[in-house]
């Protein structure tokens, strides 16, 4: 069956610092993957989207890389401030079908 | 402008009732998709609408249902519910057809707990 997987444990990291968040998939071929952050009691919030035949997107200081050898996706926070800590979800979606599916996320916190 | 907008923000019921949640789409956006989010995991896709016509549909039961109207608002109904359904039902809208893999705008959900 399909499976996301993202960091098992939360991540702590010490601001300033680079959080790199991995997510791992299996028995799925994405077209597009996406990260998402979620804060307690909100709703996702849309970050980056990256195609299977793109190796590596920026956005200020966030980078994603997208490795379909590997089925594996990197997320980047570089210069991590506090205001970083949030959960990451990243999200698979084949261009075949409208069904996206979700990671469980992972929680980063980043103390000062 | 108005984000995505979902009523009620919390609500409880019991096993075996009907509910009904409510979102609004940003002005413009023609797709809506609904979510469940049970805690500590990821949203599970359970439906997408766009122009009124379902687009895709997620692994629920067919105690769950839904619809757009013309204004492309959407309510997501569920029935006969179960302990189980207890979670966070986010809807999201998007302008395009593809909102899969498009940029989606998330509403704050709706908490919803059986009891």
């Known amino acids: 069956s399909q499976k996301i997987e993202q960091n098992s444990e939360a991540l702590n990291i010490q601001e300033g610092k680079t959080a790199t968040l991995t997510c791992n998939y299996t028995?799925?071929?994405?077209?597009?993957l996406q990260w998402y952050r979620q804060d307690p009691g909100r709703g996702p919030v849309f970050l980056l989207l990256?195609?299977?035949?793109?190796k590596e997107k920026r956005k200020e200081r966030l980078k994603v890389t997208f490795d379909t050898t590997l089925k594996q996706s990197l997320f980047h926070v570089t210069a991590s401030q506090p205001a970083d800590s949030a959960t990451y979800l990243c999200?698979?979606?084949?261009?075949?079908?409208?069904?996206?599916?979700f990671g469980s996320g992972t929680r980063l916190s980043i103390r000062p | 402008d108005a984000g995505v907008t979902q009523s009620p923000t919390h609500l409880i019921k019991t096993r075996g009732q009907h509910v009904t949640l409510r979102c609004s789409p940003i002005?413009?956006?023609?797709?809506v998709s609904w979510y469940q989010q049970v805690l500590g995991q990821g949203p599970q896709f359970i439906f997408q609408?766009?122009?009124?016509?379902?687009?895709g549909r997620g692994n629920f039961p067919d105690r769950f249902s839904a619809r757009q109207f013309p204004n492309y608002s959407s309510e997501l109904n569920v029935n006969a519910l179960l302990l189980g359904d207890s979670a966070l039902y986010l809807c999201?809208?998007?302008?395009?057809?593809?909102?899969?893999?498009?940029?989606?705008?998330f509403g704050p959900g709706t908490r919803l707990t059986v009891l």
């Open positions: 999201a809208s998007s302008p395009v057809a593809g909102a899969s893999y498009n940029e989606q705008f």
């Open positions: 028995n799925y071929s994405p077209a597009y």
């Open positions: 990256i195609r299977e035949n793109e």
């Open positions: 999200a698979l979606v084949r261009s075949s079908a409208s069904k996206i599916i």
């Open positions: 002005s413009g956006h023609k797709s």
């Open positions: 609408y766009y122009e009124k016509e379902e687009r």
